[in-house]
């Protein structure tokens, strides 16, 4: 972000390599990879093509932004005083103590990060030579500070690890602890660090506690409000909902971590042909352009993005992926939009793998758990992902209605078709009112009556001529 500040405060100037150094890095050893891996970055989050340029390279010079800028003035806004909590940066017990004292520097020169997330920091004068860190937490607790950074190196086998931990001071104890991969790129390691510590504070700003069962719940008064008789599953599912303005979802009221665990369970059910891509595919769109405005370096958005979009090439989109991963290397979201991909590219080896990266980094995320099951039945195992499913049950009653109807459809691929109607009969009650469970009741019933296709026709209320593309009703479990 600091070199775009540069570009875009000198555009129409050429900008030599020393001096994006000089001004950003405070003249630290960068290599001429590493800036040019930032302008690389830079022109995929502006969205860069052959055709529309915003950042010209000048070779043996530099860098040209090459967009009119207009500089606004605003007039003064009159806000009432803001309570800010005061946090405590300390540098990071690390063996090399130069490195540490980088990051450190780095930290305190992005204070805005801070600022926006509504804190204030002390002085680094006051923790640059801390000694005694029990004492100096007493004495800055005394004076009001409120959360205190601290970071510690840990070998792990060949690699090198460093804990970053936000601690409540009242209480002394870790309130969100992260890890961030040391690499020999050290540039790559300050985006790193920044990135995480945004993390951090936006937990606590934005309280994501909420279990994404209770929002699944909750949805339909809280996100849709679009019809009062249905719950969030049927503006997925049925016909009567493909013309509503994805626009009259209220977003706000859920943080974009629950968004997309709520827009990704979807995805992967989608992925068994039990609901149309296209409907989860344009809530993704309303969540992502919610983020990039927003936060337009978010890589869970960049993730999304690139999943949905139809128009890039597998190689194209495998690049935007491991750029989202590098921007956010221990966002499970990432991880998990990239296993979606996969799965659309029935590449479910790898996908398999990548979803298991998720689930270690995030061992409660729901949507990711449904899509591991998912890719376990698209790959020939459904007793795999039979027993995985099971194992699922019984942790949250609202998650327990998807996990039967998952149960119930692959039971019934595998010919069990009394333990299909029981799990079904575990979720009866929600049958008239969740277009979802009627939907699963269908695709059982039919698989024993064999006329899957004018039952679908029916369910859905669709037009006798002809079904939409694969895209739309894509049914590998009962092809």
Same mark, same amino acid.
């Given at each position: 972000?600091?070199?775009?500040?540069?570009?875009?405060?000198?555009?129409?100037?050429?900008?030599?390599?020393?001096?994006?150094?000089? *001004?950003?890095?405070?003249?630290?050893?960068? @290599? #001429?990879?590493?800036?040019?891996? =930032?302008?690389?970055?830079?022109?995929?989050?502006?969205?860069? %093509?052959?055709?529309?340029?915003?950042?010209?390279?000048?070779?043996?010079?530099?860098?040209?932004?090459?967009?009119?800028?207009?500089?606004?003035?605003?007039?003064?806004?009159?806000?009432?005083?803001?309570?800010?909590?005061?946090?405590?940066?300390?540098?990071?017990?690390?063996?090399?103590?130069?490195?540490?004292?980088?990051?450190?520097?780095?930290?305190?020169?992005? %204070?805005?990060?801070?600022?926006?997330?509504?804190?204030?920091?002390?002085?680094?004068?006051?923790?640059?030579?801390? &000694?005694?860190?029990?004492?100096?937490?007493?004495?800055?607790?005394?004076?009001?500070?409120?959360?205190?950074?601290?970071?510690?190196?840990?070998?792990?086998?060949? #690699?090198?690890?460093?804990?970053?931990?936000?601690?409540?001071?009242? /209480?002394?104890?870790?309130?969100?602890?992260?890890?961030?991969?040391?690499?020999?790129?050290?540039?790559?390691?300050?985006?790193?660090?920044?990135?995480?510590?945004?993390? /951090?504070? &936006?937990?606590?700003? &934005?309280?994501?506690?909420?279990?994404?069962?209770?929002?699944?719940? @909750?949805?339909?008064?809280?996100?849709?409000?679009?019809?009062?008789?249905?719950?969030?599953?049927?503006?997925?599912?049925?016909? @009567?909902?493909?013309?509503?303005?994805?626009?009259?979802?209220?977003?706000?009221?859920?943080?974009?971590?629950?968004?997309?665990?709520?827009?990704?369970?979807?995805?992967?059910?989608? @992925?068994?042909?039990?609901?149309?891509?296209?409907?989860?595919? *344009?809530?993704?769109?309303?969540?992502?352009?919610?983020?990039?405005? *927003?936060?337009? =370096?978010?890589? /869970?958005?960049?993730?999304?993005?690139?999943?949905?979009?139809?128009?890039?090439?597998?190689?194209?989109? *495998?690049?935007?992926?491991?750029?989202?991963?590098?921007? %956010?290397?221990?966002?499970?979201?990432?991880?998990?939009?990239?296993?979606?991909?996969?799965?659309?590219?029935?590449?479910?080896?790898?996908?398999?793998?990548?979803?298991?990266?998720?689930?270690?980094?995030?061992?409660?995320?729901?949507?990711?758990?449904? /899509?591991?099951?998912?890719i376990l039945t698209l790959s020939g195992d459904p007793a795999a992902a039979i027993t995985y499913a099971t194992e699922m049950k019984g942790r949250d009653s609202s998650c327990d209605i998807i996990i039967n109807c998952l149960l119930a459809i692959l039971f019934s691929r595998t010919g069990q078709m009394d333990k299909a109607a029981a799990c079904l009969h575990e979720v009866q009650h929600y049958r008239d009112s969740c277009a979802f469970v009627s939907c699963c009741y269908a695709a059982v019933l039919v698989k024993q009556g064999g006329d899957t296709i004018k039952t679908l026709k029916r369910l859905?209320?669709?037009?006798?001529?002809?079904?939409?593309?694969?895209?739309?009703?894509?049914?590998?479990?009962?092809?």
């Amino acid at each position: 972000m600091a070199v775009l500040l540069l570009l875009v405060k000198n555009a129409g100037e050429v900008i030599t390599k020393d001096h994006i150094i000089r *001004e950003v890095w405070k003249g630290g050893e960068v @290599s #001429d990879e590493s800036l040019s891996r =930032c302008i690389y970055v830079l022109r995929k989050l502006l969205g860069e %093509s052959s055709t529309y340029r915003y950042i010209n390279t000048v070779y043996g010079k530099g860098y040209l932004f090459v967009m009119n800028v207009i500089r606004v003035t605003r007039q003064p806004v009159k806000e009432l005083p803001e309570q800010k909590d005061t946090l405590a940066i300390f540098p990071f017990v690390m063996q090399d103590k130069t490195l540490s004292m980088i990051i450190f520097d780095f930290i305190i020169n992005h %204070s805005a990060i801070f600022e926006e997330k509504g804190f204030r920091f002390l002085p680094a004068a006051l923790t640059v030579n801390i &000694h005694n860190l029990t004492e100096s937490f007493n004495n800055l607790r005394t004076t009001g500070v409120r959360y205190f950074l601290t970071g510690i190196e840990l070998k792990t086998g060949s #690699d090198t690890v460093i804990k970053v931990e936000l601690i409540d001071s009242a /209480l002394l104890t870790v309130v969100f602890r992260e890890s961030v991969v040391l690499s020999e790129d050290n540039s790559l390691n300050l985006v790193r660090f920044n990135n995480i510590i945004s993390l /951090l504070l &936006h937990k606590i700003t &934005h309280c994501e506690k909420k279990e994404f069962a209770k929002a699944l719940v @909750s949805a339909n008064n809280k996100l849709c409000q679009i019809r009062n008789n249905y719950n969030n599953y049927s503006f997925f599912l049925f016909e @009567s909902y493909k013309n509503v303005d994805s626009r009259s979802l209220l977003l706000d009221n859920y943080d974009t971590v629950t968004l997309c665990h709520l827009a990704g369970c979807y995805f992967s059910l989608a @992925s068994l042909g039990l609901m149309k891509y296209e409907k989860a595919e *344009e809530i993704i769109n309303v969540i992502t352009d919610k983020v990039l405005i *927003e936060e337009p =370096c978010n890589a /869970l958005a960049i993730s999304m993005k690139t999943l949905i979009c139809r128009d890039n090439h597998t190689k194209q989109k *495998e690049s935007d992926f491991q750029l989202a991963i590098i921007l %956010s290397p221990l966002s499970a979201e990432v991880y998990y939009y990239y296993s979606c991909c996969l799965v659309q590219n029935k590449e479910y080896e790898k996908a398999q793998i990548m979803t298991g990266v998720a689930l270690s980094l995030n061992p409660d995320f729901f949507a990711a758990k449904i /899509l591991y099951a998912v890719i376990l039945t698209l790959s020939g195992d459904p007793a795999a992902a039979i027993t995985y499913a099971t194992e699922m049950k019984g942790r949250d009653s609202s998650c327990d209605i998807i996990i039967n109807c998952l149960l119930a459809i692959l039971f019934s691929r595998t010919g069990q078709m009394d333990k299909a109607a029981a799990c079904l009969h575990e979720v009866q009650h929600y049958r008239d009112s969740c277009a979802f469970v009627s939907c699963c009741y269908a695709a059982v019933l039919v698989k024993q009556g064999g006329d899957t296709i004018k039952t679908l026709k029916r369910l859905q209320n669709m037009p006798q001529k002809s079904l939409p593309k694969k895209s739309v009703y894509w049914m590998p479990l009962f092809d």
